[in-house]
């Protein structure tokens, strides 16, 4: 739960700059810390990232034709002339995608990605979920007029409480939260973040409406199979009698 000081922090500040603390803590912390698991997780199983994609290639290249994957971030996963792909090029979209989908991390096949973790389950797997959704709740502030000093601190917490747990000793988490909420407003930085924040509303935007067109191919094609059935029943009672 949010703290009385983070509550009374973001009643001084204004809607833009609560909207872009948020953003700037989900972007440059959440990334952090999930490309940070994706390496852990690499090399828990000790193997590269590229032996990773060239393993599951085949993986990769489904999710590209179903438009989960663009063709600019596979691209980065498996780059012209020799390069090595590594997670630094990665987005914050990219990196939960191959988490969620590429057997070579590691995680549970098992995990319902489309279900709210239950607030026990603390596993990697329920983190990762948390992000993403609270990646997409701040997507969906930045569409609205007003964002509220308590959802700002509420947020603001949930996201902190992942960040926190899903760091790695050497990086003193807690003090980069701390400028993030503290930092002098960049121009410039700001600009980075609209246009990441703008790249997640089109990904979202995109695979959403892939996902709509497959389920009206895939009813389609049900509809013309039982339709096929209905006409070789008649057929075949014909034959019979």
């Not at 912390?29 to 060239?54: E, K, M, P, S, Y």
């Not at 979202?204 to 013309?224: P, Q, T, Y």
Request: glycine share 4%; proline share 3%.
């Amino acid at each position: 739960m949010a703290s009385g000081g983070e509550t009374l922090f973001a009643e001084t500040l204004s809607n833009d700059v609560l909207l872009y603390r948020l953003q700037i803590l989900i972007c440059d912390g959440g990334l952090l810390v999930l490309r940070n698991i994706l390496d852990q997780t690499l090399a828990a199983q000790g193997i590269t990232l590229r032996a990773c994609l060239d393993s599951e290639k085949s993986t990769v290249r489904h999710l590209k034709n179903r438009g989960v994957i663009t063709q600019e971030q596979y691209d980065i996963l498996f780059p012209d002339y020799d390069r090595i792909p590594t997670t630094t090029d990665m987005d914050i979209s990219l990196v939960i995608c191959l988490l969620r989908n590429l057997k070579c991390f590691g995680l549970s096949q098992r995990f319902d990605w489309d279900a709210t973790p239950i607030s026990s389950d603390v596993s990697v797997e329920a983190d990762i979920c948390r992000l993403r959704t609270l990646r997409d709740k701040i997507c969906h502030m930045s569409t609205t007029s007003r964002i509220q000093p308590t959802d700002f601190a509420t947020v603001w917490s949930d996201i902190e409480e992942v960040l926190v747990r899903r760091s790695f000793p050497a990086l003193n988490m807690q003090q980069i939260i701390a400028d993030f909420k503290n930092c002098p407003l960049d121009p410039e930085e700001s600009k980075k973040i609209q246009k990441e924040v703008k790249k997640w509303k089109d990904y979202e935007a995109d695979v959403g409406r892939l996902e709509d067109e497959m389920k009206e191919i895939s009813a389609n094609v049900s509809d013309v199979s039982k339709k096929r059935e209905e006409i070789k029943i008649p057929q075949y009672q014909n034959r019979l009698f």
